[in-house]
């Protein structure tokens, strides 16, 4: 919850900003950053949503690459930074809850694979598997492909993807990024490897 919403709900305090900093102090709520609060989870007695988290610390904003593909179980690693993309210029957040990172990308780009996931009570923006892997490969700095044999290796190599998924993935996604400009080259050759 923001600052102002806070604020209204101990409006009955003299003082409702020296009470946010109690509560703060004492851990019952958390500071993601300045002017946004979550109830802490020992208090509210629920998990933390990271992806739901990532979504309103910054944007607009979608759940992303290594963090998406996690979230949908295509590899295996634990994933420490919860990655997004933005319109807005790149930023990074930590706070108590982790680390939170912002990619640029363009806004013809950036509607392209978005998914409304519900999971539990919340709905979140993430990236499609397809989206995912885009970003992954459009955001990582000297990450060019001249193959779909370099590709595939890459995927099973560096990020232990689970490759029987590649042939029910949805290659109008991939297409669609690609049309954008951005790393043509290697999402075609990634295109090439879902047509095999």
């Known amino acids: 919850m923001d600052y102002g919403v806070l604020r209204s709900l101990l409006s009955d305090y003299n003082f409702p900003q020296n009470k946010i900093a109690n509560l703060e102090r004492t851990g019952k709520i958390i500071r993601l950053k300045r002017g946004l609060y979550i109830v802490s989870p020992a208090v509210s007695k629920e998990l933390i949503n990271m992806e739901l988290i990532a979504n309103h610390l910054y944007g607009p904003s979608y759940?992303?690459?290594?963090s998406a593909?996690?979230?949908?179980?295509?590899?295996?690693?634990?994933?420490?930074?919860?990655?997004?993309?933005?319109?807005n210029r790149a930023r990074r957040f930590e706070n108590q809850i982790g680390t939170f990172e912002y990619i640029t990308v363009s806004e013809d780009y950036y509607p392209v694979g978005i998914r409304q996931q519900t999971t539990d009570k919340y709905t979140i923006l993430i990236a499609s598997p397809e989206k995912a892997l885009c970003d992954m490969i459009t955001a990582t700095p000297r990450l060019r492909f001249q193959s779909a044999k370099a590709i595939a290796a890459y995927l099973e190599n560096d990020l232990r993807f689970n490759m029987e998924v590649l042939n029910t993935m949805d290659a109008s996604i991939i297409e669609q990024c690609a049309a954008t400009g951005k790393k043509n080259n290697s999402l075609t050759q990634l295109l090439k490897l879902l047509q095999r």
């Open 63 to 66: 759940v992303s690459m290594e």
């Open 69 to 87: 593909l996690r979230f949908y179980g295509l590899i295996p690693e634990q994933v420490h930074t919860v990655r997004s993309a933005t319109t």
